[in-house]
Structures are given as structure tokens and as C-alpha cells.
């Protein structure tokens, strides 16, 4: 007979796949963050927006088309990028609110900021939801691109 | 007894009403407010009063329409998009009566009634955007 072990969904659980979430974000482990969300994952990074004549280009759409280009785009400009973990809150449905400092010093171009060897450091809110399986399935994240944009000496509003 | 989300609910609706005495009502004197695009990190009601007034002022039709309220303990975030025209400057930007939309994601604590924390997250690049300010650096220039 085989046992096997399956860990439920409560608060604690749902915290602590999101603690391994950012200590693989911080090991520029993106498969390994990848593979904490379920294969549907949605995404949302709200200040990711390009106005361009035509069109908007935004960070919404799931974890492995948008997310994950978008981590490792980040963690190339920035090949020092870090976070810390100020808070997190959660709750039996699986709901998770991270507050978190990013940070890491530019070393590639970032969108339209060319790169200058500056670094930054900007306070984030990430809300997470983790189903039952214990896999992410939606990502969430707000800060203000302009703290980041001025720090690294860009100072048009693009 | 009113629960952390109870409390929030209640600000909120008072916001979206542009009522910010009713919001203020929910408010412990000493709230800690952090504001990241205003670099703002200090306690007392006062500040926070002043972050509701201005936005009341400055968008005379501001719209408050709340997406999400996740309730983790004490802890309540808020996800909502605030929408209004300028009728004032605000945050350094001058009147040019431009439309704005921003996605924000405030996160409360609360405790017997009372707010005693609140952390607002947007994006200012995305709110100059909106009302054509073209410089960080020369906000007020149109």
C-alpha cells in the first residue's frame, strides 16, 4: 500500500508557497517560480503599461506567456535584483498579500530607461491566490513606476 | 463587533460617496499611512485626511469602484479603480481637465472598529500619464 502525503490548503500552506515563491524570485530561480503556479496561472503587473501611437501594451495576460518573460527581462537589466519581504497576510481560501522591497542596479536597458549603473529600490503589493492544489494561480502586483523610472535617472513620462 | 473587513467596507463606501469626514469616522487618530508615490510614511489622521481631501478636490466627480476586499485576519487589502476629470492641480500637475483611470490596491489594518494602518500602492507614472505631464522633473509644465 502506498501513503502518500498531500498538504491541505489553510492559511499557513498558502503563505509558505509563497515565502519559496520570493526565495526563488531571490535565486533568479524563474522555472522554479514558474513551476510554483498552475499551468493556467493568471498574471497582472498594473504599472506595466507602453502607450505607443497605435496601441497599450499592458502586463496582464498568465504567468508563462507574460510573467515569466517578464522575470527574466527584469533579473537581466537587473543582475543584482532582490526583493524583501516586509509582510504577509493570508487566509484559508488561499488569498496571499505580500509587501515586498524589489530592488537591483541597472546594468541593460529596462523598457525605454537606458541603462546607467543606477539602483533602486521600490515597495511593492503582490496579491496572490494558491488553489487547493497549493500551486499559485493568479498573480498580482502594484508600485509606482515612477519611483523606479526617477531613480534610475529617467525622467520622462513615456 | 464589526470585523477589520466591516471597517474597510465602511471607509470605503464613505470614499466613493467623496464623504471623507464619514471615511475619516473609521480612522484611529494615529493611523500609520504609507503612500509610495508620495513618498509619504507617517502617522496621524490628519495625513491621511489630507491624501482623501486632495483627491476629492482635485477630481470633483471621482469614482471609487471597488473590485476586490481580501480579508486576511486584520489585515484588508482593497483592489479599485479610482476614475474622475480634473477640476484642480494635484500632486504637481496642473489643470489641464484631462480623465483619470488608476488601478490601486490599498491595504488596511484594523482592530474594534478603527483603521490603524493603511498603505496605498499606485502608479504615479501611469496617474501623469493620464493628466499629460511629460517630465518627472517638470511636473507643473504642461
Redesign the interface.
Known amino acids: 500500500m502506498t501513503e502518500t502525503t498531500q498538504r491541505s490548503r489553510t492559511a499557513s500552506s498558502a503563505a509558505a508557497v509563497v515565502t519559496e515563491f520570493f526565495d526563488r524570485y531571490r535565486a533568479h530561480d524563474v522555472d522554479g517560480m514558474t513551476d510554483l503556479c498552475s499551468m493556467n496561472a493568471g498574471f497582472s503587473y498594473v504599472p506595466v503599461e507602453i502607450w505607443g501611437k497605435q496601441r497599450v501594451l499592458r502586463g496582464d495576460g498568465k504567468v508563462r506567456t507574460i510573467g515569466k518573460p517578464l522575470w527574466t527581462g527584469l533579473i537581466a537589466s537587473f543582475p543584482n535584483l532582490s526583493n524583501t519581504v516586509h509582510s504577509i497576510a493570508s487566509n484559508d481560501d488561499g488569498d496571499v498579500v505580500v509587501q515586498a522591497d524589489i530592488e537591483g542596479t541597472q546594468q541593460l536597458a529596462w523598457g525605454l530607461v537606458t541603462p546607467a549603473g543606477r539602483h533602486y529600490r521600490e515597495p511593492h503589493l503582490f496579491v496572490f491566490h494558491v488553489g487547493p492544489d497549493l500551486l499559485i494561480d493568479d498573480i498580482a502586483a502594484y508600485w509606482n513606476d515612477a519611483g523606479i523610472s526617477q531613480q534610475l535617472g529617467h525622467n520622462e513620462v513615456d | 463587533m464589526t470585523t477589520a473587513a466591516q471597517t474597510v467596507h465602511m471607509f470605503l463606501d464613505a470614499f466613493a460617496r467623496r464623504d471623507v469626514d464619514a471615511a475619516m469616522a473609521v480612522v484611529d487618530s494615529q493611523v500609520a499611512v504609507?503612500v509610495?508615490?508620495f513618498?509619504l510614511n507617517e502617522k496621524g489622521a490628519d495625513v491621511l485626511r489630507a491624501v482623501l481631501a486632495d483627491q476629492v478636490r482635485a477630481f470633483p466627480d471621482l469614482m471609487i469602484t471597488v473590485s476586490r476586499v481580501?480579508?486576511?485576519?486584520d489585515?484588508v487589502?482593497a483592489?479599485f479603480k479610482a476614475e474622475g476629470t480634473q477640476g484642480a492641480d494635484y500632486a504637481g500637475a496642473i489643470n489641464q481637465e484631462k480623465h483619470l483611470d488608476i488601478?490601486?490596491?490599498w491595504?488596511f489594518v484594523a482592530a474594534e472598529g478603527l483603521i490603524t494602518e493603511v498603505?496605498a500602492?499606485?502608479?504615479?507614472?501611469?496617474l501623469?500619464?493620464r493628466l499629460a505631464?511629460?517630465?518627472?522633473?517638470e511636473v507643473a509644465i504642461a
Do not use: F
Open positions: 504609507t509610495p508615490p513618498g481580501i480579508a486576511t485576519g489585515v487589502t483592489l488601478d490601486q490596491a491595504r498603505a500602492y499606485w502608479c504615479q507614472a501611469q501623469y500619464r505631464v511629460k517630465r518627472y522633473d
